[in-house]
């Protein structure tokens, strides 16, 4: 190559680069202007911008009557300014604050609409009934006895939650089988019985997989004594069984089920699991149909449904699916299309429009982006290792570890990690947990964790350890109210043994995040190429709909991006309108297949 190419290939890039530059900046004026953003979840209360949005939107809508102090956001979720109490009276002390102050802890309600409304009232009324809403949590949060879980403060992600609710004739709310209270909020069902009163709600048991049948069948007695709907499945199984995999996990859950295959213990199959889903929704149709009662939100939503869906029989049922984030809703989407739609991660928080997808001509799913629903809780650690937050969110590694060793028992952590930790001291109490101090070190010693100081690598252990934890390599899962606490030693083996299955499934001892574990990136790419046909995807903001140009870079994108809606492949869609509640209305060109061609 001539001095004189050279010249000319530093001056392309040297353009080419500032073109970029340019394009980005442009793209970025543009945004402003539109006033839109790529939607984000907000949980942070410390988040900046979450706190500039605030400060704008009160001063656009309150400046006159409401002062920023009404704003106040306690920034410290965790710290308690009595000292003097020990941790049990704190936590007594919470629990009493909890149950009188439990009726406060609601999810935000969109205020009434109707077709009519301009979108500038209806965005301005959703936006002051949202900050009313934040007001009323910012005041229990100013208890300091309580401590809130980082709840959802993006108003666009609520709307995607609204509008799921609106759509939906049953409502499923996924929880993770380890602790199904945790993630189950009780005002959602009540709002979706407010918003019509024959819509039901099905708490979906995932990760059934991580439970003993003893305590499955201690839970569906719970259930049933209280009155919940219920059903335990796995996503995992039921994909890797979907995939022809032979795997140790399926066949350690087949035995299971095999043995205890009926009964409310059992853990559903993705046909089992789709039937009941079209019964149960076929049910409340059939009843409001029969009642002649319409009052599923405004009436409009059903009919532009059922125009999306190619003028679907009446019977057309929609089931939404809504869960706080990593509980595993996109995996169960994922089985239950039969093919990779959504993406998944073990990385919470990832889904950020919800999507509707045709099973059917018959049965629609709509997933719901992952959101944390004010909630009472023990600690923002707690939420760290419930997988809830980004294990990145972590700042003090002993206290999120802490949990986990409080958890799982001594014996099993040595066992799994092949360590053995550090004996209480003689004046100590010969049954505590371990420290998470000496876990860690115990753990960075036989993996030779140094950190550059010289020091044990800590923080490295720490996400290891919570991400073994997450995933279920450290067993662990809470009992129905009411049970001892002791956990027999069939439940410990079968965990044990359970958790084992998944250790292949799930790589350890690997430090970078990844954004599929080693099983599911093992999954072979899809080859039913017509499944995508009946994607149907709502995204609020424009931005969302890909040029050519992106559209042909995020098709060859691995799977691993392949999580935002607008990066799906052989989109068939277009932007018709706006349907007068601030959503874009989606059309669809191509016809949807039905369950049998995907079960092909
Ligand atoms: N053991 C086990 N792990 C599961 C199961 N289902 C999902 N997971 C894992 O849980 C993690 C989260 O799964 P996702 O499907 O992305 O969860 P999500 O609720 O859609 O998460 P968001 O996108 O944050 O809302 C991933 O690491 C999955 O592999 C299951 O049935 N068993």
């Known amino acids: 190559?001539?001095?004189?190419?050279?010249?000319?290939?530093?001056?392309?890039?040297?353009?080419?680069?500032?073109?970029?530059?340019?394009?980005?900046?442009?793209?970025?004026?543009?945004?402003?202007?539109?006033?839109?953003?790529?939607?984000?979840?907000?949980?942070?209360?410390?988040?900046?911008?979450?706190?500039?949005e605030q400060a704008d939107e009160?001063?656009?809508?309150?400046?006159?009557?409401?002062?920023?102090?009404?704003?106040?956001?306690?920034?410290?979720?965790?710290?308690?300014?009595?000292?003097?109490?020990?941790?049990?009276?704190?936590?007594?002390?919470?629990?009493?604050?909890?149950?009188?102050?439990?009726?406060?802890?609601?999810?935000?309600?969109?205020?009434?609409?109707?077709?009519?409304?301009?979108?500038?009232?209806?965005?301005?009324?959703?936006?002051?009934?949202?900050?009313?809403?934040?007001?009323?949590?910012?005041?229990?949060?100013?208890?300091?006895?309580?401590?809130?879980?980082?709840?959802?403060?993006?108003?666009?992600?609520?709307?995607?939650?609204?509008?799921?609710?609106?759509?939906?004739?049953?409502?499923?709310?996924?929880?993770?089988?380890?602790?199904?209270?945790?993630?189950?909020?009780?005002?959602?069902?009540?709002?979706?019985?407010?918003?019509?009163?024959?819509?039901?709600?099905?708490?979906?048991?995932?990760?059934?997989?991580?439970?003993?049948?003893?305590?499955?069948?201690?839970?569906?007695?719970?259930?049933?004594?209280?009155?919940?709907?219920?059903?335990?499945?796995?996503?995992?199984?039921?994909?890797?069984?979907?995939?022809?995999?032979?795997?140790?996990?399926?066949?350690?859950?087949?035995?299971?089920?095999?043995?205890?295959?009926?009964?409310?213990?059992?853990?559903y199959g993705r046909d089992e699991l789709l039937a009941r889903l079209q019964s149960e929704a076929e049910d409340i149709v059939l009843l409001r149909n029969r009642t002649g009662s319409n009052s599923a939100g405004p009436s409009h939503i059903h009919s532009d449904n059922e125009s999306l869906i190619g003028g679907a029989s009446p019977l057309s049922v929609v089931v939404g699916f809504v869960g706080y984030p990593n509980v595993g809703k996109s995996s169960t989407i994922n089985a239950l299309v039969g093919e990779k739609r959504t993406g998944v991660t073990s990385t919470p928080g990832k889904t950020k429009h919800f999507q509707t997808l045709m099973i059917s001509d018959k049965l629609t799913l709509c997933d719901c982006p992952g959101l944390v629903f004010p909630s009472f809780t023990s600690s923002r650690y707690h939420m760290i290792a419930s997988g809830v937050l980004p294990i990145d969110r972590m700042t003090e590694n002993r206290e999120a570890v802490q949990v986990v060793a409080n958890q799982v028992p001594r014996s099993v952590i040595e066992d799994v990690y092949k360590i053995s930790l550090p004996k209480p001291k003689a004046h100590e109490s010969q049954s505590r947990p371990p420290l998470a101090a000496e876990l860690l070190r115990s753990y960075c010693a036989s993996r030779g964790y140094v950190a550059s100081s010289g020091l044990p690598d800590e923080t490295r252990a720490a996400r290891q350890i919570l991400k073994d934890y997450i995933h279920g390599k450290l067993p662990h899962f809470e009992k129905p109210p009411g049970t001892s606490d002791h956990i027999d030693e069939s439940e410990g083996a079968a965990t044990t043994a359970i958790s084992s299955e998944i250790d292949e499934s799930d790589s350890s001892d690997d430090e970078d995040e990844p954004s599929m574990t080693e099983y599911e990136s093992s999954l072979p790419e899809s080859n039913i190429k017509h499944a995508l046909d009946d994607l149907i995807s709502y995204d609020m903001a424009s931005e969302l709909f890909p040029s050519k140009e992106t559209t042909k870079k995020s098709s060859k994108a691995p799977h691993k991006e392949h999580r935002k809606p607008q990066r799906k492949k052989d989109r068939k869609w277009r932007v018709r309108d706006d349907g007068g509640d601030g959503m874009p209305i989606v059309r669809v060109f191509q016809k949807p297949v039905n369950a049998g061609q995907l079960n092909a």
């Open 1 to 52: 190559m001539g001095k004189g190419e050279k010249m000319g290939l530093g001056r392309a890039l040297v353009k080419h680069h500032n073109q970029m530059i340019q394009q980005s900046k442009e793209k970025g004026i543009y945004y402003r202007s539109q006033r839109k953003k790529v939607l984000e979840s907000v949980t942070e209360v410390n988040d900046i911008d979450a706190v500039i």
């Open 58 to 267: 009160a001063h656009r809508l309150f400046s006159s009557i409401n002062s920023p102090a009404n704003l106040a956001i306690n920034l410290d979720l965790g710290s308690s300014a009595n000292s003097k109490v020990t941790v049990e009276e704190r936590r007594e002390q919470q629990k009493r604050e909890e149950a009188l102050h439990a009726s406060s802890l609601r999810i935000p309600r969109r205020p009434p609409w109707n077709a009519k409304m301009s979108v500038a009232e209806l965005d301005a009324n959703e936006k002051r009934a949202f900050l009313e809403w934040r007001r009323s949590l910012a005041r229990l949060e100013e208890n300091e006895k309580l401590v809130l879980t980082p709840f959802e403060k993006n108003l666009d992600i609520w709307r995607q939650l609204w509008r799921v609710l609106e759509r939906s004739d049953l409502l499923v709310m996924v929880v993770d089988a380890r602790d199904p209270l945790f993630y189950r909020c009780p005002d959602l069902e009540a709002y979706a019985r407010e918003i019509d009163e024959h819509k039901k709600t099905l708490l979906l048991i995932n990760k059934a997989d991580l439970l003993p049948f003893s305590v499955r069948e201690k839970w569906a007695k719970y259930f049933h004594q209280n009155g919940i709907l219920f059903l335990f499945w796995s996503a995992k199984a039921a994909s890797a069984a979907l995939e022809g995999k032979t795997s140790r996990l399926v066949s350690g859950v087949q035995n299971i089920q095999q043995e205890f295959s009926c009964g409310d213990a059992k853990v």
